[in-house]
């Protein structure tokens, strides 16, 4: 419009020719600075391609060419609020641009925003990141499901079938003949059934959750699943059936959530009940984006054992954990945590111990849909007084291991081959045993 006033106004052909071979300068000047931002990416100077870019964005904001250069500089140099908005204005200027909405999504997996993530396509949630490492952002990050992408709530589940090999599933001694933990006295000798026994097994997995959207900040959550397991090769003694369940309610502000719930538990041994739960768990969640997260808690709960009420406790543990998502999909964790079993029984401190423990672990995104995943847990337990049948103060220090390759073939299922191993180095020698496992598991999300 400005060039037809000039026209209109007596500036003559000759400005008007001069406008028309001025614009491919400017425009070639545009591209420079593109090219140059770019340039800088790639060398890993993100910071300067950020300033560079941000110079220019109120005069060029609009224009899908810089907008997508702001938007990958922005990104690469951790300004994920600045990504987020010059990715979506690439998308409402190009609404079928794939790219744009692909990296639209990452940009608001980063700051956390997953409202506005549900609300894309599926496509480009599903390759906006790995889709395995949204399993395992779920899995390590989130106790329960943000709220649905118009904020309402939201209730998902999922089924597993476990089919594996159990080399210690009564965590026997591999030995009959242990050593006496009294100095001067004769070793022991074990009954047979009392050692290790291995098995093959089938087990099987289903838990739902959700969460019940009240207001912008109160919801109410819960969860339950089930767990039946079955052994072979003559160790149906073994058998088990575990049940939980947890309810309560979220209060959230900002990047803060405070949950605090009841758990219940039951655990049954070839049918019959050996344990229950009942407790309390409060948790309170930070995070810092959408790819670093802080998670603390406290549980109270009693344990009870209906054919052996003198081994009731109650039991205390508190502890915090960090995750951490990496840009390509990758997931580290690190945490502590300690507390104490308290008999409820007089006189039988030997049956109470002191904890103290730390984990780690992760997974490795080798492609979109494959992730090479480990964890270990480290446990000191301390008890409180002498055995009174071995005479000695029992300690333990157990070591969990597990390591796996996790295989998502399209979105809502998985498969993972596993092992799992566990070594627990006790003072009293029939508390010290070791065990190995190696599953194949199929997992269906619904």
């Given at each position: 419009m400005g060039v037809?006033?000039?026209?209109r106004?007596?500036a003559?052909?000759?400005a008007?020719?001069s406008?028309?071979?001025?614009?491919p300068?400017v425009?070639?000047?545009a591209d420079?600075?593109?090219?140059q931002?770019?340039?800088?990416?790639q060398?890993?100077s993100?910071r300067?391609?950020?300033d560079?870019?941000?110079?220019q964005e109120?005069a060029?904001?609009?224009?899908?060419?810089?907008?997508?250069?702001?938007?990958?500089?922005?990104h690469?140099?951790?300004q994920?609020?600045?990504?987020?908005?010059?990715?979506?204005?690439v998308?409402?200027a190009?609404?079928?641009?794939?790219a744009?909405?692909?990296?639209?999504?990452?940009?608001l997996?980063a700051v956390?925003?997953q409202?506005?993530?549900l609300a894309?396509s599926d496509?480009?949630?599903?390759?906006?990141?790995?889709?395995d490492?949204?399993l395992?952002i779920?899995?390590?990050?989130?106790?329960y499901d943000?709220?649905?992408s118009?904020?309402?709530s939201?209730?998902?589940?999922?089924?597993?079938?476990?089919?594996?090999?159990d080399s210690?599933?009564?965590?026997?001694?591999?030995?009959?003949?242990?050593p006496?933990?009294?100095?001067g006295?004769?070793?022991w000798t074990?009954a047979?059934s009392?050692?290790?026994?291995?098995?093959?097994?089938?087990?099987?997995l289903?838990a739902?959750?959700g969460?019940y959207?009240m207001?912008?900040?109160w919801?109410l959550?819960?969860?339950?699943a089930g767990?039946?397991?079955r052994?072979?090769g003559g160790?149906?003694a073994?058998?088990?059936?575990?049940?939980?369940?947890s309810a309560?309610?979220?209060w959230?502000?900002e990047?803060h959530?405070?949950i605090?719930q009841g758990?219940?538990?039951y655990?049954?041994l070839?049918?019959?009940r050996?344990?229950?739960?009942?407790?309390?768990l409060g948790?309170?969640?930070y995070?810092?984006?959408g790819f670093?997260q802080?998670?603390s808690?406290?549980?109270?709960a009693?344990?009870?054992y209906p054919t052996q009420?003198?081994r009731d406790?109650q039991?205390t543990?508190?502890g915090?954990t960090?995750?951490?998502v990496?840009r390509?999909?990758?997931?580290?964790y690190a945490g502590?945590?300690?507390?104490?079993?308290e008999?409820?029984?007089a006189g039988?401190?030997?049956?109470?111990h002191?904890?103290?423990g730390?984990?780690a672990?992760?997974q490795?995104?080798?492609?979109?849909?494959?992730?090479?995943?480990?964890?270990?847990?480290?446990?000191?337990r301390r008890?409180?007084a002498?055995d009174?049948?071995f005479?000695?103060v029992?300690r333990?220090?157990?070591?969990?291991a597990?390591?796996g390759v996790s295989?998502v073939?399209?979105?809502?299922?998985?498969i993972?081959p596993?092992?799992?191993?566990?070594?627990?180095?006790?003072?009293?020698?029939?508390?010290?045993?070791r065990?190995?496992?190696w599953?194949v598991?199929v997992?269906?999300?619904f």
């Amino acid at each position: 419009m400005g060039v037809f006033r000039l026209a209109r106004c007596g500036a003559g052909p000759l400005a008007l020719s001069s406008l028309l071979w001025l614009a491919p300068v400017v425009a070639a000047q545009a591209d420079a600075l593109i090219d140059q931002a770019s340039a800088l990416v790639q060398r890993g100077s993100t910071r300067e391609a950020f300033d560079l870019l941000d110079a220019q964005e109120a005069a060029r904001a609009g224009d899908p060419a810089f907008d997508a250069a702001m938007g990958s500089a922005a990104h690469a140099a951790g300004q994920y609020s600045r990504a987020v908005m010059a990715w979506e204005r690439v998308v409402a200027a190009q609404p079928d641009n794939m790219a744009a909405q692909v990296a639209l999504a990452r940009a608001l997996y980063a700051v956390g925003d997953q409202r506005g993530v549900l609300a894309l396509s599926d496509l480009a949630r599903a390759q906006g990141i790995p889709v395995d490492a949204a399993l395992s952002i779920d899995q390590f990050l989130v106790s329960y499901d943000r709220a649905a992408s118009d904020g309402g709530s939201s209730l998902k589940g999922y089924a597993e079938l476990a089919l594996g090999h159990d080399s210690n599933v009564n965590a026997g001694p591999a030995s009959m003949l242990l050593p006496s933990p009294v100095p001067g006295t004769p070793a022991w000798t074990l009954a047979p059934s009392a050692l290790a026994r291995s098995t093959d097994f089938l087990a099987a997995l289903v838990a739902v959750r959700g969460r019940y959207v009240m207001d912008a900040r109160w919801s109410l959550v819960g969860a339950a699943a089930g767990t039946p397991r079955r052994n072979e090769g003559g160790a149906g003694a073994f058998d088990s059936d575990q049940f939980d369940a947890s309810a309560g309610v979220s209060w959230r502000s900002e990047r803060h959530e405070l949950i605090v719930q009841g758990q219940g538990a039951y655990y049954a041994l070839d049918g019959t009940r050996l344990r229950s739960i009942g407790g309390v768990l409060g948790e309170w969640i930070y995070r810092l984006d959408g790819f670093r997260q802080w998670g603390s808690f406290v549980q109270s709960a009693r344990l009870h054992y209906p054919t052996q009420p003198l081994r009731d406790v109650q039991r205390t543990v508190l502890g915090t954990t960090y995750a951490h998502v990496f840009r390509e999909g990758s997931v580290a964790y690190a945490g502590v945590h300690g507390g104490r079993e308290e008999p409820d029984a007089a006189g039988v401190d030997y049956l109470g111990h002191r904890l103290v423990g730390v984990r780690a672990g992760g997974q490795l995104a080798l492609a979109r849909n494959w992730a090479l995943f480990a964890n270990l847990d480290w446990e000191r337990r301390r008890y409180g007084a002498a055995d009174p049948f071995f005479a000695v103060v029992r300690r333990d220090r157990q070591v969990n291991a597990s390591l796996g390759v996790s295989w998502v073939p399209t979105t809502a299922w998985r498969i993972t081959p596993q092992w799992t191993g566990t070594h627990n180095d006790s003072t009293l020698p029939v508390s010290e045993y070791r065990r190995r496992i190696w599953s194949v598991t199929v997992r269906r999300e619904f």
